[in-house]
């Protein structure tokens, strides 16, 4: 949430900062803006809407900078208007702030500084920071900042500018990400390292409250305690990603054709045919401690969360090891119970977002073994984890996760067989379940060419409001995940819902106005999903489902039907999805909405 872009050297800044920035439009896209140093002088531009509203009003400007901290926000204190945009002047105009976190005692902050007479301009909780750095500031900019983040409670990743010290940036982060790339006599500082990957590969990250003096030959790192440390660059081993939607009109839409490859991706190298079973480099984990697991519990948000759920069930089913799931906002309250045996597994495309992180860290303090799920290389989960399973997916820009979640499927399914194969699991059964997965992608390329009759259904039940989305066993969380799609990007409200327990309450909310999208595709209770349907027949309710290729007993229920190949039980949610993801992407692109940038969301959530 939030991207921070800095710049310091001898190019021109404010093109190389709104290049790197526009890297970061996926953590928010409601407003930006740009400040930094010329000649003395402290200039700023910001505007709302895309960063490409910003660029407009900066090439209207004579904004001159040689020294550039750019931001592109996603609203949390005030809405999103020019004034509360990024970046934020203390009350002189001397300085000028980019955050990305929440600063949680603000209130307390902005009441002392009005006590001393300081005047606010914005609604945000980031303007305390700039104003409080002015407070203190008797010269040295590097100390005004130590005492101003040593106040601030909650997460921060902040970039300073100040006039009377044109050279540098001052760079702090806490429990939000900041990254430092040192380039040729010039540096970098971005929310993610792919902003400036095309300039420089080495790195140096900033945690727990770290202060960074970052100048163009060179940068300088102290603790939080203003103690100088020394941080040894890294090498980022990852290449700079092209990034374009190829022929297609939205990125979402690129990105779910893509999918039959990225399950290749996600499978390439993992396993071995001969011994029916998965072999996952980079876990980090010896044999022995695998073996002596004896729980696994699951953190996640959103659709990893539903990924979690998924591998729950077939954990459970394939490897006999008990699965606790558990949503990371509200596990990060909990006081877990952590045992000798207990395995984590953190599961999160961008690998940063803040609440799954805080769950990781505090299961790591109280001695519990992570294995991360992650898309990104480089995130805050794949340093932090004791072992990282890459998603190898590829950077997912659509806000709708759409192949990461296929992804983590394949990527657990092969977990699944490690560990089953490990205890219970026959060599035969084991070799089936690789030759389930290894069909998989002509599978998913079956659903995707019935694109034209997915789109038809959508266009036909586009203009209604209210939908359930219904499922049993596996289906269950793969219809959470389809409810969850629908209302992403179309903005309509999805319920997704355990067919068996629609006769508990919500089947009160069917009518002919409320469409049922069925997930049909568990073998195991087909027939009760049967009845379940007959149920919403009987109520009037319009049914489309998403149905495996010989399921009998669904035409006379279900007003349309999306067929899908049949596989396993445990492999299923992956051709279910697919079609789903393409009935909510259609239903979208009737509805006229933004799809690859749908209002309110950002792409990673680092804020609580
Ligand atoms: C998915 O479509 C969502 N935009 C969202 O629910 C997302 O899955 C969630 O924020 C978790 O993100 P993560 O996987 O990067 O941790």
Redesign the pocket.
């Known amino acids: 949430m939030c991207g921070i872009f800095a710049y310091v050297g001898p190019q021109d800044a404010i093109k190389i900062a709104i290049e790197g920035l526009k890297k970061l439009e996926y953590r928010g896209y409601d407003s930006s803006g740009i400040a930094g140093i010329h000649e003395g002088d402290i200039g700023l531009c910001k505007s709302v809407g895309k960063i490409i509203e910003m660029e407009k009003e900066v090439q209207k400007s004579d904004l001159k900078l040689d020294t550039a901290i750019t931001h592109t926000r996603w609203a949390t204190h005030g809405a999103p208007t020019t004034i509360n945009a990024h970046p934020h002047y203390d009350a002189t105009k001397s300085l000028a702030v980019v955050h990305n976190g929440i600063v949680e005692n603000h209130e307390t902050l902005r009441q002392m500084l009005k006590d001393a007479g300081i005047t606010f301009v914005s609604e945000t909780d980031t303007e305390v920071i700039p104003q409080l750095i002015a407070h203190h500031y008797k010269g040295n900019i590097l100390n005004a900042v130590h005492e101003t983040v040593a106040l601030l409670q909650g997460s921060f990743a902040i970039a300073v500018v100040h006039k009377d010290h044109p050279e540098q940036i001052i760079a702090a982060a806490k429990e939000s990400p900041l990254a430092i790339g040192i380039g040729n006599d010039e540096a970098f500082i971005a929310s993610d390292t792919q902003a400036f990957l095309v300039h420089t590969k080495d790195v140096v990250f900033l945690t727990n409250g770290e202060v960074a003096i970052v100048k163009a030959d060179g940068i300088k790192v102290f603790d939080a305690t203003a103690e100088e440390i020394i941080k040894k660059s890294e090498q980022l081993a990852y290449q700079a990603e092209e990034i374009s939607k190829g022929h297609f009109e939205h990125f979402m839409l690129k990105e779910i054709f893509e999918q039959p490859q990225i399950i290749r991706n996600a499978l390439h190298d993992r396993y071995i045919g001969e011994y029916g079973t998965a072999h996952l480099d980079r876990i980090n984990f010896e044999y022995n401690e695998l073996l002596n697991i004896k729980r696994i519990l699951i953190l996640?948000?959103?659709?990893?969360w539903h990924a979690g759920l998924i591998a729950s069930y077939m954990l459970e089913s394939k490897a006999r090891i008990p699965v606790q799931v558990e949503i990371s906002s509200e596990f990060r309250y909990k006081n877990p119970i952590v045992e000798d045996d207990t395995l984590a597994i953190a599961?999160?495309?961008?690998?940063?977002?803040a609440d799954?992180m805080a769950a990781v860290r505090e299961l790591k303090a109280k001695g519990a073994k992570v294995i991360g799920i992650c898309n990104v290389h480089g995130s805050a989960l794949a340093r932090e984890a004791h072992g990282c399973l890459f998603l190898k997916a590829g950077t997912e820009i659509g806000?709708?996760?759409t192949k990461?979640f296929i992804s983590q499927l394949v990527v657990i399914s092969l977990f699944t067989l490690m560990m089953a194969r490990m205890r219970h699991m026959s060599k035969a059964e084991g070799q089936g379940f690789l030759e389930a997965l290894s069909i998989l992608p002509e599978q998913v390329q079956r659903v995707l060419d019935k694109e034209e009759l997915i789109e038809s259904i959508a266009k036909k039940y586009a203009q209604y409001d209210n939908f359930f989305y219904l499922g049993r066993h596996y289906m269950y969380p793969t219809c959470l995940e389809g409810a969850?799609?629908l209302k992403?990007i179309s903005y309509v409200n999805a319920n997704g819902y355990p067919a068996g327990e629609m006769k508990h309450g919500p089947i009160a909310l069917i009518d002919e106005n409320c469409p049922t999208v069925a997930f049909c595709s568990n073998k195991l209770t087909y027939n009760k999903l049967l009845s379940n349907l007959m149920e919403v027949k009987a109520r009037n309710g319009k049914i489309i489902a998403i149905a495996e290729e010989g399921s009998e007993g669904l035409s006379g229920i279900a007003d349309d039907i999306i067929w899908v190949p049949s596989t396993l039980d445990e492999l299923t949610s992956i051709p279910a999805s697919v079609a789903g993801q393409l009935f909510a992407y259609y239903v979208a692109k009737e509805r006229n909405t933004e799809i690859d940038q749908p209002r309110n969301?950002a792409?990673?959530?680092t804020v609580e």
Do not use: D, H, N
Not at 300 to 304: I, L, N, R, V
């Open positions: 996640a948000c959103g659709t990893s599961i999160s495309q961008s690998g940063e977002t799954t806000v709708a996760s990461a969850l799609k992403e969301l792409k990673s959530v």
